[in-house]
């Protein structure tokens, strides 16, 4: 499967604990994007990123989130201090590049559970 | 800020009827996209137009560019109970990374 993979597919963490999501891409996409699906809402766009670049972080809360996207590995998107409000299933998609003319394509999600 | 509004919200229907979902804005975007999405799963990229007035056909599944690039529609003739799951229109507004997404038509098709 050549798909996008994201894990884990479920997390459960404590208030105050920190969550780190894991994302890779498709095979020969550079480019990655997460999104934040919460109940009753659709999916809003979090963070941009290209290989050891940060693009666009205009979705992102200003505290406690970041994201990466290293040379080598899965880009993960990382929350600190998690409170209840962070529950959410988080998506991850790529591209090949800039969307303009290309599509995301979407990795199952992770579902953030906050007790 | 760039708004999809989604109609209707939910559709509930029997198997073999035909039904038409709508994706609005008053904003106009470069190309856009409709995915489905299935319980604890990430979207599927079903269809992606980018001319207005653009119309592609995937089977049983007709999409519809709006003229002025504002607005679509999906149209499913004779449903199938596979054909259920949460129906999501994403508009691209350039320069493309951040797609707007609409709240979705959640479908359920009824054998």
């Known amino acids: 499967n050549a798909g996008v993979m994201q894990n884990p597919r479920h997390l459960v963490r404590r208030r105050g604990q920190e969550a780190r999501l894991r994302c890779s891409p498709m095979k020969g996409h550079s480019h990655v994007y997460w999104y934040r699906q919460l109940p009753e809402e659709g999916l809003k766009f979090m963070v941009y990123?290209?290989?050891?670049?940060?693009?666009?972080e205009s979705g992102m809360p200003k505290e406690r989130f970041s994201a990466e996207f290293p040379k080598e590995g899965p880009s993960i998107l990382r929350i600190q201090q998690v409170v209840r409000g962070d529950s959410a299933a988080y998506f991850c998609?790529?591209?090949?590049?800039?969307?303009?003319?290309?599509?995301?394509?979407f990795g199952p999600g992770t579902r953030l559970t906050v007790t | 800020t760039q708004l999809l509004e989604q109609s209707p919200q939910f559709l509930s229907i029997q198997e073999g009827e035909n039904l038409t979902v709508y994706c609005n804005s008053s904003?106009?975007?470069?190309?856009l996209q409709w995915y489905r999405q299935e319980p604890g799963e990430g979207p599927v990229l079903l269809v992606t137009?980018?001319?207005?007035?653009e119309v592609k056909k995937l089977k049983r599944l007709t999409f519809q560019f709006g003229d002025a690039r504002k607005d679509s529609s999906l149209h499913i003739t004779a449903a199938q109970p596979g054909d259920t799951g949460l129906y999501l229109c994403a508009g691209d507004g350039g320069p493309g990374y951040k797609l707007t997404f609409g709240k979705g038509t959640l479908l359920t098709v009824n054998p």
């Open positions: 998609a790529s591209s090949p590049r800039d969307s303009s003319g290309y599509e995301q394509y």
């Open positions: 137009v980018v001319t207005g007035g």
């Open positions: 904003s106009v975007f470069s190309s």
């Open positions: 990123l290209q290989k050891e670049n940060i693009i666009d």
